[in-house]
């Protein structure tokens, strides 16, 4: 089957894993159980449970980045001074029942012009505007563009989601938990907190699939899949009867981890032997992340101010000698308008001619912030 959706051997385990470990990070303050497998059950009811009431058929949002990165290398903190004297934002918007999409990009340097466009999203097609550098839309196809405007209709996903976290209350036995005391270092003190922790290995991993494949395997399911990702019912169902039938193994036993302080959420965390990635929660704003790849750890904060529709989120981090923070802004756009596409002053963009060619590169040479960019990195 062309483009497998569930991948053999240890994909499928990884699958497993990285469900489990979605539906536990949205959790950032609950009121839970203390028998290890219902933590775990309730985290996940929790999260299927969250509203998909609101569909909105028509979204728009605009976000910008600051960031503020800094080197030990002269010549990486060069580079790195430029990109913090970028500013970078655009808009999004999006109508899914007209199959519409809008994206407006603004970038500067030095409080100087630097590119502006924007991207109409119809019919299959993209209708790209350079500003200040070519007066008519560039067309270019877009094959199966269409995919995105289901991101926005919620009932498909609902019923993933419900039946997934079902699946899995079902197919986690009792025997795959435990608990035990242990102490996290959380904004500069030890703290002492319960550890819940499901352990996936060669011994459970088949009887996991087995059981998903099972309560997976129905109509409802099968159909809302499919719609989301394209494919054909009977490919959908295919996949999860190879799922079942696939001898899957594990290099490593995966253990996932729920951390509570009394019954108050603390932090997860996903590991083997060798790699661990990890999130706590410090305080209501801030949590602190903790990496390990390659026998190397990497630790940073992340902090979220604001509300639902207007919020930051800053990242800070300190690896290998570059530190600094990268802050992503985030507001709703409301009372969303959609410009007119322009479809008679468009050009496809293979059959763009030499002499328009060479009229953008002409217009970019003149633009000031590329200009100061330029010379900036030069010296």
Known sequence: MDGKILEKNKKGIILVAIIILLIIAGLFYLFLPTKPKSVFTTAINKVSNMSFDKNDKVLGANV???????????????????????????????????????????????????????????????????????????????????????LSNKEDYKIIVNQISKALEKSLKDKYFSKESSKLELDGKKVKVDKYILKINNENIKEIAQVLSDELNNDEFIDAFARVVKYSSDEVKEALEEMKGEDVSLDDDIFVSIYLKGKKYIGFEIADSKEKLAIYKETNTKYLYDITLNKKSYKGNIEINGVKKNFDIKVTFDIEGINGSVTMKVKDLENINFPEIDTKNSVELDSLSQKDQISIYENLEKNEGLISLIENFSK
């Open 64 to 150: 910008s980045m600051d960031t503020d990165i800094h080197s030990n290398n002269k010549n990486q903190e060069k580079i790195f001074n430029i990109i913090n004297d970028l500013d970078i934002s655009y808009n999004f918007l999006m109508d899914s029942d007209k199959k519409q999409a809008h994206i407006s990009l603004d970038t500067k340097y030095e409080d100087k012009n630097l590119l502006g466009a924007t991207m109409d999203l119809k019919d299959e097609k993209a209708y790209l505007f350079l500003k200040d550098l070519y007066s008519k839309n560039l067309i270019i196809p877009m094959d199966g563009i269409e995919a995105i405007y289901n």
